[in-house]
């Protein structure tokens, strides 16, 4: 029961950009805390794609960027490319009861 | 480089117990938290505890509190999850991930995973 809702599917074609928003809570992302994205290639572990809203760790290409607003957050993928076709998944942490660290339903991203 | 390396894939019964490691290797074992998180068949991923590998504290997620036990062992760099009374929505990938940040965590890296199958 994921507390931060993610659209199931987004797609593109090459070239183009695709953004995902990731909803949440005043429990939550509306509430301060950081919201972190990571993609998750098929039948792989999850890879830490932006930290702390808008960070990319190293190695990561500047084609990713991740942005906070309110109750919501956003991860866009310019120039998109045929590898970039995986899961996307965004955490936050959430001060509620019902649990400490929370993921996004995820989207799946599919390069036409 | 930083390092989880999980144990082997497991299948059990209904009602039987399941325990999994993760090795760290590459940094300081006892200065980050360790974060477990599960992921069903075709299923998105669900945060499950927090284990301090310093003083061995732990924090669990409440719909798995009285299940699920978290260990370490410093000696090894290695952290346990033991999840009991397995039922079959227990089946699932089990990810350890090393927690990141000085307050509220983020995941980096993350272990292989490990495949615990629940059936009679």
């Known amino acids: 029961q994921s507390v931060l809702t993610q659209p199931p599917s987004v797609s593109g074609a090459p070239g183009q950009r695709v953004t995902i928003s990731c909803t949440g809570s005043?429990?939550?992302?509306?509430?301060?805390?950081?919201v972190h994205w990571y993609q998750q290639l098929p039948g792989t572990a999850p890879k830490l794609l932006i930290y702390?809203?808008?960070n990319r760790p190293s190695g990561v290409p500047d084609r990713f960027s991740g942005s906070k607003s309110g109750t919501s957050a956003s991860l866009a993928i310019s120039g998109l490319q045929a590898e970039d076709e995986a899961d996307y998944y965004c955490q936050s942490y959430d001060s509620s009861l019902s649990g400490r660290y929370v993921f996004g339903t995820g989207t799946k991203v599919t390069v036409l | 480089q930083v390092q989880l390396v999980q144990s082997g894939a497991e299948v059990k019964k209904p009602g039987a117990s399941v325990k999994v490691s993760c090795k760290a290797s590459?940094?300081?074992?006892?200065?980050?938290?360790m974060h477990w998180v599960r992921q069903a068949p075709g299923q998105g991923l669900e945060w499950m505890g927090i284990?301090?590998?310093?003083?061995?504290?732990?924090s669990y997620a409440q719909k798995l509190q009285g299940r699920v036990t978290m260990t370490r062992d410093t000696s090894t760099s290695t952290v346990y999850m033991e999840l009991s009374s397995l039922r079959s929505e227990d089946t699932a990938v089990y990810y350890c991930?090393?927690?990141?940040?000085?307050?509220?965590?983020?995941?980096?890296?993350w272990g292989q995973g490990t495949l615990v199958t629940v059936s009679s």
């Open positions: 590459g940094y300081t074992f006892t200065s980050y938290y």
């Open positions: 702390g809203n808008s």
């Open positions: 991930a090393r927690g990141v940040g000085a307050t509220h965590n983020w995941f980096d890296p």
């Open positions: 005043s429990s939550n992302i509306g509430a301060g805390y950081d």
């Open positions: 284990i301090n590998p310093s003083g061995g504290s732990t």
